[in-house]
C-alpha cells in the first residue's frame, strides 16, 4: 500500500533552519511529483511547492523562493524539503502528499510533520 | 496567482441534509479543480478532482460541478462522518492555491 512516512516534529529559533524528510513505500517512487503543503495553526492550508520525484526538478510558490528547497534521494525513496529564515509565521504543520497519476491532486499525504519556530 | 474564494466559511447542519458549498477561482481555471476533506489532526483526503471525478472509495453522496470560475460541492445526504472543513484547490496553474476552507458542523 502506498504510504508517506514523514519525519518528527522539530522546535527551532528563529533565524533557523529545518529539513524535513519524506519516505515513500508502495508504489515507484520516481513515476510521481510530491507536492509540499503546509497549515499553520487553526488556519487553512497553503500550497508551497512542487517536486520531480523522477529528474529532480522543482517549482516553488513564489512567497518561498529563495527559502525553499526541495529535493529527492532515489536510492532511499525519500523527498525533502528544507525551509531557511524560520520566523514565528512558519510555525505550522507542513505535509508531503504525491501527485495522482489521473491529474494533479494529491491522493496520498504524509502524516504531517509541525516544525515551530520560537526563541 | 490564481486566488480562490469558498462560501460560506462555515455551515451548521443536521444529519441527512443536503450541503452545497461553492468555490470561485478569480480566473479561468477550465475543471481544474479538486475538493478535500480534512478532519481536525488529520491530513487532507481528496474527493473529487478535475472538477467532478469522484476519487475512488469516495462515497456517492459526494458530488463535484462546475467549470471556468465557478464549482460546487454538494453532499446529497450529510452523514456523521462528513462534519469536518472542505477545501477546493486549483491545480490549473502554480501555485496551486486553496480556498479558505468551509466548515460543516452539526447543527
Known amino acids: 500500500q502506498v504510504q508517506l512516512v514523514q519525519s518528527g516534529a522539530e522546535v527551532k529559533k528563529p533565524g533557523a533552519s529545518v529539513k524535513i524528510s519524506c519516505k515513500a513505500s508502495g508504489y515507484t517512487f520516481t513515476s510521481y511529483y510530491v507536492h509540499w503543503v503546509r497549515q499553520a495553526p487553526g488556519q487553512g492550508l497553503e500550497w508551497m511547492g512542487i517536486?520531480?520525484?523522477?529528474?529532480?526538478?522543482?517549482s516553488y510558490a513564489q512567497k518561498f523562493q529563495g527559502r525553499v528547497t526541495m529535493t529527492r534521494d532515489t536510492s532511499t525513496s525519500t523527498v525533502y524539503m528544507e525551509l531557511s529564515s524560520l520566523t514565528s509565521e512558519d510555525t505550522a504543520v507542513y505535509y508531503c502528499?504525491?501527485?495522482?497519476?489521473?491529474?494533479?491532486?494529491?491522493?496520498?499525504w504524509g502524516q504531517g510533520t509541525l516544525v515551530s519556530v520560537s526563541s | 496567482d490564481i486566488q480562490m474564494t469558498q462560501s460560506p466559511s462555515s455551515l451548521s447542519a443536521s444529519v441527512g441534509d443536503r450541503v452545497t458549498i461553492t468555490c470561485r477561482a478569480s480566473q479561468n481555471i477550465s475543471s481544474y479543480l479538486n475538493w478535500y476533506q480534512q478532519k481536525p489532526g488529520k491530513a487532507p483526503n481528496v474527493l473529487i478532482y478535475?472538477?467532478?471525478s469522484l476519487q475512488t472509495g469516495v462515497p456517492s453522496r459526494f458530488s463535484g460541478s462546475g467549470s471556468g470560475t465557478e464549482f460546487t460541492l454538494t453532499i446529497s445526504s450529510l452523514q456523521p462522518e462528513d462534519f469536518a472543513t472542505y477545501y477546493c484547490?486549483?491545480?490549473?496553474?502554480?501555485?496551486?492555491?486553496f480556498g479558505p476552507g468551509t466548515k460543516v458542523d452539526i447543527k
Open positions: 502528499a504525491r501527485e495522482a497519476p489521473r491529474g494533479s491532486y494529491s491522493d496520498y
Open positions: 484547490q486549483q491545480s490549473y496553474s502554480t501555485p496551486f492555491t
Open positions: 517536486s520531480n520525484a523522477s529528474g529532480g526538478s522543482t
Open positions: 478535475a472538477a467532478s
